[in-house]
């Protein structure tokens, strides 16, 4: 039998977790593999990365899915186990379990149409028909949903995060990007003053000639900060004398809020739950690259004319 796609391995997959217990994937990925018959030559098959089998990428990307339906939950970093939710669908003893079927329950679409950061513009990614796109627009359509997917998967694990955990990332965060000068010197500064709405301080620049203060709330994605937690941290500012300020949320802001600090002086930057895991994906915090794609084309300059052969004895 030939590696089954993702989707075929949904359903299969639930009903492995059906006992109600904690499972790691890896158990899954054995059980499966099992159950689909699936040679040891098959099992071990390499993405064309080389970086990671093919079924164990597939299974784990079913588990992705399930899971953003909530079909199932994970207790845990690399373990799963079935909700009450993917009870009741087992129940019902359906053919088949994929996208289509998933596309019923509110999470999913949420997942499935996230909104992006711009300004007046939210677009939706959409399931697009691969087949109609050339080979460049394909290739730029699966990384962005690729990119989504790792986008939601990490602020969970940001949510799930404890309280010193998430003021280590904030840390680690701003001196990748380039602020604190190093990962002592604003492990020094951020967490100092705890006071007056503060949760931090740290360096603009490496020689500290301008100073950013920093307000980090871990919240629950569905408890928005509104404009008096704003106004209480630009009031500290002012109390500081401050000109710059970030306030970080795993959380999002309301309108109100955003409006606030578009009128305001000092200036306050803004971040959302959407855009801190972003902003950890581009600069690689919490993350790790599996496979690394080169596009090439034709070196058109390399074919002139001076490198040409000029007649056929240059052949000989």
Same mark, same amino acid.
């Given at each position: ?9 949904? %359903?299969?997959? %639930?009903?492995?977790?059906? #006992? ?11 059980? %499966? ?9 098959? =099992? ?15 299974? !784990? ?7 953003? *339906? ?8 690399? &373990?799963?186990?079935?909700?009450? $939710? ?6 019902? $003893?359906?053919? $088949? ?40 627009? *394909?290739?730029? /359509?699966? &990384? ?12 969970? &694990? ?5 309280? !010193? ?8 965060? %701003?001196?990748?990007?380039?602020? !604190? ?5 604003? *492990? ?5 003053? !705890? ?6 301080? =740290?360096? /603009?620049?490496?020689?500290?000639? /301008? ?8 919240? #629950? ?7 008096? #937690? ?26 109100? *809020? ?43 300059? &390399? ?12 052949? /000989?």
């Amino acid at each position: 039998m030939s590696i089954p796609d993702f989707q075929t391995i949904m %359903l299969p997959l %639930l009903e492995f977790a059906s #006992d109600n217990e904690v499972h790691h994937i890896h158990e899954a990925v054995d059980h %499966l593999a099992e159950e689909f018959n699936l040679s040891e030559e098959e =099992i071990s098959e390499l993405l064309p990365s080389g970086q990671q089998p093919i079924f164990y990428n597939r299974v !784990g990307w079913a588990r992705t899915y399930l899971k953003k *339906a909530k079909l199932l939950s994970d207790p845990e970093r690399g &373990y799963f186990k079935i909700t009450d $939710r993917g009870i009741e669908v087992l129940q019902k $003893r359906l053919d $088949r379990v994929d996208m289509k079927y998933l596309r019923q329950f509110p999470e999913f679409i949420k997942f499935r149409e996230p909104q992006q950061n711009d300004v007046n513009k939210k677009k939706k990614i959409e399931e697009t028909d691969l087949e109609e796109l050339t080979p460049e627009e *394909a290739l730029e /359509e699966t &990384y962005q949903r690729i990119r989504q997917d790792l986008n939601e998967e990490l602020l969970e &694990y940001v949510l799930n995060s404890t309280p !010193g955990f998430f003021e280590k990332l904030v840390i680690e965060l %701003l001196v990748r990007m380039g602020y !604190g000068g190093s990962q002592r010197n604003a *492990a020094r500064a951020v967490g100092r003053s !705890g006071d007056e709405g503060i949760d931090g301080i =740290i360096d /603009e620049d490496r020689l500290g000639l /301008e100073t950013v203060y920093v307000q980090a709330k871990k919240w #629950d994605p569905n408890s928005p900060v509104g404009r008096p #937690d704003v106004q209480k941290f630009v009031g500290a500012l002012h109390g500081k004398r401050a000109r710059k300020g970030v306030f970080i949320t795993t959380s999002k802001f309301t309108r109100e *809020a955003r409006e606030y600090v578009d009128m305001i002086d000092p200036k306050v930057v803004l971040i959302n739950g959407e855009r801190l895991s972003n902003l950890m994906i581009d600069h690689g915090i919490g993350v790790s690259t599996r496979s690394i794609y080169e596009i090439k084309g034709v070196d058109t300059d &390399y074919f002139g004319e001076s490198h040409l052969p000029k007649d056929k004895s240059d052949f /000989e």
